[in-house]
T-cell receptor, first 115, second 113 residues
């Protein structure tokens, strides 16, 4: 079956531009997570959705970061007025259960480069 | 805040030898400890996990041990093969009271043929 799909795979933007990153989780998965992975580091938690509800956004680094999952399936991570420090791989993961203590299925990520 | 420390950052072993990666967590409410393998440019993939009510779990050449008192858990890979070369991440999360999964910084494992 289809795994977690993210698009685009690569995104280059100029500093100050807005970007939108898309995540298609595995069908029927309740939980959806967004992570930021800097080069040579582990994934850092950004936000968590249970269906359409954003239950934890404590990892979003600033108010320039916004995520949504309006129908409880596809999710979009938006970054406004991008800065160079936003350059990273953005990973999406989903799991079938409504909790974080379950195996997560990751997408291939979007590599974002801010010039 | 919560954090997970992982050691070593790099590990080089000869094919057939064992490899051990160690992690320490700070949040005593953590009860789920997965390990992910990430090959260059690819997605992290779960290789084994352990819950806090179990001290050890094994799956073929891979085993994980957990010491809740010390807040310490380890990954053991026996009879290493070149295809085991990758970056390995440990992680910790709670079941209730939070939705974060905290990852370690990763261990780059090289298996020399």
């Amino acid at each position: 079956g289809a795994g977690v799909s993210q698009s685009p795979r690569y995104k280059v933007a100029k500093r100050g531009q807005d970007v939108a990153l898309r995540c298609d989780p595995i069908s029927g998965h309740v939980s959806l997570f967004w992570y930021q992975q800097a080069l040579g580091q582990g994934p850092e938690f950004l936000t968590y959705f249970q269906n359409e509800a954003q239950l934890d956004k404590s990892g979003l680094p600033s108010d320039r970061f916004f995520a949504e999952r309006p129908e409880g399936s596809v999710s979009t991570l938006k970054i406004q007025r991008t800065q160079q420090e936003d350059s990273a791989v953005y990973l999406c993961a989903s799991s079938p259960q409504p909790a974080s203590n379950q195996p997560q299925h990751f997408g291939d990520g979007t590599r974002l480069s801010i010039l | 805040g919560e954090n997970v420390e992982q050691h070593p950052s790099t590990l080089s072993v000869q094919e057939g030898d064992s490899a051990v990666i160690k992690c320490t967590y700070s949040d005593s409410a953590s009860n789920y400890f997965p390990w992910y393998k990430q090959e260059l440019g690819k997605r992290p993939q779960l290789i084994i996990d352990i819950r806090s009510n179990v001290g050890e779990k094994k799956d073929q050449r891979i085993a994980v041990t957990l010491n809740k008192t010390a807040k310490h858990f380890s990954l053991h890979i026996t009879e290493t093969q070149p295809e085991d070369s990758a970056v390995y991440f440990c992680a910790a999360s709670r079941g209730t009271g939070g939705f974060k999964t905290i990852f370690g910084a990763g261990t780059r494992l090289f298996v020399k043929a």
